[in-house]
């Protein structure tokens, strides 16, 4: 790091980019293997391309597989920024606001993920082009995808524009000008929401899927998020708190624990909601559900993976709700991973596939990924995560440097 | 607009910063830059021994408007560029149709369930009519074999491979029911799937993007969608083909039953009533008060799949 | 700021730009029960220029349908030795090995169980070039569905008007139909139990 502030969009970018490769073996080992993942990904996606999707498990009936699964609980991630913006920006806390650009990063690259995922489920991604309004067609406001697109890409932008404005100020030595950034902010509140409920209403407006089909999906979608998305970023946290110079005062690990309690219990009640409509009376509706939580004629891939999926839901919203050890960073931890791992199992190939069994004409067949849609999977993770460390590592170069120039100011972000 | 385009697409960095309406800017820049880069792939996959005309025809193919956007002279030159490709690609000589629908003209579809006997010359006459792929073993019409007491084809057996009929069991057969209200027109992002005046519900196979939300929307599985290239044997492809009907398709687009779009549109019935052999399959004009569809609304007691949902299907089902 | 002032607006627009949609939806067309009771006006077949005469024998059919006169299908061509008064004389038929070449070979599985239709039920006793119906009046080959209907009156009620049986080839142009016996062996006339055309995939493979 250099004594003589330098200026100017290039030197902005070259100093990111240096500060983002910067580091140990560890870190150079982490950055090295998810570049090999992201490159076994890319075989794997140009074996796809070349032959097109049956070298996925897909078929006709489950139509929908990994990619998608993935592509939904990763919007709730996304989404999931807006639980460190509303404290920080609408209620004004400090401590909050000192990190709520960690959440973005993470919302950015949880947003880059989907889209991958997006793009490497269709059939024919050179043809995306078509969905462009004016040199293709627009199904709006027909269809829910082209209200995906719209709100996905938007918040794309707002969360990534306004950091990189803010990290930009900071890297120059000054404060980002409140009114040009914060009505985005605030603007971005309402669109996190939006972006989950167009996402859930992809599925919800879907009479043909009945286990889909149902008024709580949106609502339980944000519930879901909002737990799930603050235990990746909670996650991130200790991961800096462990790593790096970076203060991240314990009362954020405690507010934010209290944020996740109360998504994840409103999230097991909306679960228990579910399960009382599909088992207490058994309609033909219900057969996805039996599908799901028992097998159905004899398919029964999915039941070890569900019950899996509430014990660890369950587990992790205990752990956090009941926390002795007063945010004792590896506790937290576990709590998280056990907390995102269940949310990811039921809110990905836990909701997706089960949507599509039995199909509509009552036909009954299971799913299993291939292995080249497996690696492709991993690809796109591994593309999230290195996107999600190319953001944070200089903005946390950049606060850091801001803070320790600027003392007098009481703490960057606000 | 368009001069817009050429103009954001290299200052994008600075753009982003700079200009807070860069949405579609980015968009445009990111998608000319897309389609450049596949215009590439999709002339690449020509092969070495690739003439320039071949190139030159899939590029063209690949920059066109969707088809019910095209004049009649653009329809025209898809048609003859299609016709040509068939022959530089696989050595076929084949006729293919854009012939628009027949005024006054709406399809509806009956169903006989008691004279049903699943024979399935229906099912292996679709395959035939509309070059489906023979490697999957793609069949857009599904026929089930169901016990007494439940009218309902999600409790029947869609498999079975055994001498028909069997005492005691009937049989009922579904395909899209090209509805009126259909869930599939609405969800598609791209517009790429349609309701044609005279009912038929098609897809343009070029301007479709195989996301599969039509797949998800359907309701009575109506839809296939090509997950590799299908393969149909050279001396079995049907060459009076239709450009929204049994043209030849390629990997990651989606197909459907288009009631025989080919046939229909110059009297004929669809592949699958004409292959019947008991005669359980009744096709006509619905706009037709005499038409034998419409005797069969009037005087049997006609029922269609999934009522509730609203779909307003073109098909029906009776019974003697 | 251009934004803001955009979206804000934009977000409240969207519940009265669902609902506008969902009623330009249902109104943009009729339900399909809508349009077939509008639709009263006949239907000019003939228009199709593509359905084209087929190159079969037709007869016109004795009754109408709800459209008018409509053809079927003829019988006598597909007979490979009519005429049968070639053989059946007043005199008893002479002819060598007459029950192999001719069709001795047929067993009746028409009337059920005990009941089974005997040969001159149908067939006229005294000229075998025609059927014959319950009156004793004669019917022509061609013209089996008479015959037919007597006993099987509801589906030659069907069948006139387009529930049971086939049409030929097209729906639109002339209304050309099979005959009883393009479908049915009037000897034997249920279908024959056989294995299906094809089969489909079990869909988890």
């Known amino acids: ?56 498990g897909m078929s006709d009936i489950i139509s929908w597989g990994l990619y998608i699964s993935n592509f939904t609980f990763f919007v709730g991630v996304a989404a999931a920024a807006v639980m460190l913006i509303l404290p920080a920006y609408v209620y004004k806390d400090k401590d909050f606001h000192a990190v709520v650009i960690i959440g973005e990063g993470v919302a950015v690259g949880a947003l880059v993920m989907c889209l991958l995922f997006i793009t490497v489920d269709m059939g024919g991604p050179i043809k995306l082009w078509h969905m462009i309004p004016g040199i293709g067609l627009f199904n709006w406001p027909s269809s829910i995808l082209t209200w995906d697109v719209l709100v996905l890409s938007g918040y794309l932008a707002l969360n990534g524009l306004v950091p990189l404005y803010i990290l930009y100020s900071y890297y120059h030595e000054r404060e980002p000008v409140g009114w040009k950034y914060q009505p985005f902010v605030f603007l971005s509140i309402f669109w996190a929401i939006a972006i989950h409920m167009v996402t859930a209403f992809l599925y919800q407006g879907l009479p043909a899927r009945p286990f889909w089909d149902n008024p709580l999906l949106g609502p339980r979608f944000l519930a879901s998020a909002f737990a799930a998305g603050p235990a990746v970023i909670m996650m991130v946290f200790i991961a800096i708190k462990e790593k790096t110079n970076f203060p991240i005062d314990t009362n954020i690990f405690f507010k934010l624990k209290r944020i996740i309690v109360v998504a994840a219990v409103i999230n097991l009640v909306m679960l228990f909601s579910e399960l009382f409509k599909e088992f207490y009376t058994f309609t033909h509706h219900s057969l996805a559900a039996q599908y799901l939580y028992f097998g159905l004629e004899g398919h029964d891939s999915l039941v070890p993976w569900i019950w899996t999926a509430i014990a660890l839901n369950v587990l992790g919203t205990l752990l956090f709700a009941f926390d002795p050890t007063k945010c004792n960073p590896r506790y937290l931890m576990v709590a998280a991973i056990s907390l995102f791992t269940g949310i990811w199992i039921e809110k990905g190939f836990g909701l997706i596939i089960p949507g599509f069994v039995p199909s509509p004409m009552g036909e009954v067949v299971d799913y299993t990924p291939s292995s080249l849609e497996i690696l492709i999977t991993l690809g796109v993770l591994a593309t999230g995560m290195l996107v999600v460390t190319l953001l944070i590592k200089p903005a946390l170069v950049i606060l850091l440097r801001y803070t320790e120039r600027h003392p007098e100011q009481e703490k960057v972000g606000s | 607009m368009d001069h817009g385009k050429k103009k954001n697409a290299p200052l994008r960095t600075a753009g982003l910063l700079a200009n807070k309406c860069t949405r579609r800017s980015f968009l445009k820049g990111v998608s000319i830059a897309a389609a450049a880069g596949s215009a590439g792939l999709v002339t690449g996959g020509c092969g070495s021994v690739a003439s320039s005309e071949e190139a030159k025809l899939k590029w063209q193919e690949f920059f066109k408007k969707n088809y019910r956007l095209m004049t009649q002279e653009e329809k025209n030159a898809t048609v003859e560029r299609l016709e040509r490709l068939a022959k530089l690609q696989r050595g076929l000589d084949i006729q293919m149709s854009n012939q628009a629908p027949i005024n006054n003209v709406l399809y509806g579809y009956a169903f006989n369930v008691t004279r049903c006997k699943g024979y399935m010359d229906c099912v292996a006459a679709c395959v035939k009519e509309n070059n489906l792929d023979r490697r999957t073993k793609t069949q857009y019409i599904r026929i089930f074999e169901l016990d007494p007491g439940k009218l309902d084809p999600t409790s029947g057996d869609g498999k079975y491979f055994h001498e028909v009929p069997v005492q005691d069991k009937f049989y009922m057969g579904v395909q899209c029911f090209h509805c009126e209200n259909a869930p599939c027109i609405r969800a598609c992002p791209t517009k790429a799937t349609w309701r044609e005046p005279d009912g038929i519900v098609v897809v343009d196979y070029d301007w479709c993007i195989g996301c599969r939300y039509c797949l998800a929307a359907c309701p009575y599985w109506g839809r296939r969608f090509n997950w590799g290239n299908p393969v149909v044997p050279k001396e079995e492809i049907n060459t009076k083909q239709h450009y929204l009907g049994n043209r030849m398709r390629w990997k990651g687009v989606m197909e459907k039953c288009t009631f025989c779009i080919q046939r229909t549109r110059q009297g004929k019935l669809p592949a699958c009533a004409d292959a019947c052999p008991t005669g359980s399959r009744v096709f006509g004009n619905l706009l037709d008060p005499d038409s034998e569809i419409r005797f069969v609304l009037q005087n049997k007691k006609v029922f269609r799949f999934k009522e509730d949902l609203n779909t307003d299907p073109k098909f029906w089902y009776f019974m003697d | 700021m251009k934004i803001l002032t955009l979206h804000f607006p934009f977000r409240f627009l969207i519940p009265v730009a669902v609902f506008l949609n969902c009623q330009l939806a249902m109104a943009g067309h009729d339900s399909v029960m809508d349009r077939i009771q509008t639709a009263d006006q006949p239907f000019d077949n003939m228009q199709v220029e593509s359905a084209y005469q087929l190159p079969v024998k037709t007869v016109l059919v004795k009754e109408p349908y709800q459209g008018g006169v409509f053809r079927v299908l003829a019988r006598k061509d597909a007979i490979s030795r009519y005429r049968c008064s070639v053989c059946h004389t007043r005199k008893p038929p002479q002819a060598r090995d007459g029950a192999i070449i001719a069709h001795g070979d047929i067993r009746i599985n028409h009337g059920q169980g005990e009941n089974e239709l005997a040969c001159i039920e149908c067939h006229d006793r005294l000229d075998r070039d025609f059927l014959v119906d319950m009156e004793g009046k004669k019917i022509d080959f061609d013209h089996s569905y008479q015959l037919c209907g007597q006993c099987h009156f509801r589906p030659k009620r069907d069948w006139l008007g387009g529930a049971h049986g086939k049409r030929v080839t097209y729906w639109a142009g002339e209304r050309v139909v099979m005959n009883c016996t393009s479908c049915h062996n009037p000897h034997s006339p249920a279908f024959k139990t056989k294995m299906p055309e094809t089969y489909s995939l079990p869909l988890d493979e």
């Open chain 1, 1 to 56: 790091m250099t004594t003589e502030p330098k200026k100017g969009h290039v030197a902005f970018v070259s100093d990111c980019i240096r500060w983002f490769l910067a580091g140990g073996l560890v870190f150079k080992i982490y950055l090295a293997t998810l570049l090999i993942v992201m490159g076994v990904g890319v075989y794997a996606y140009g074996r796809q391309f070349q032959e097109g999707l049956m070298i996925t």
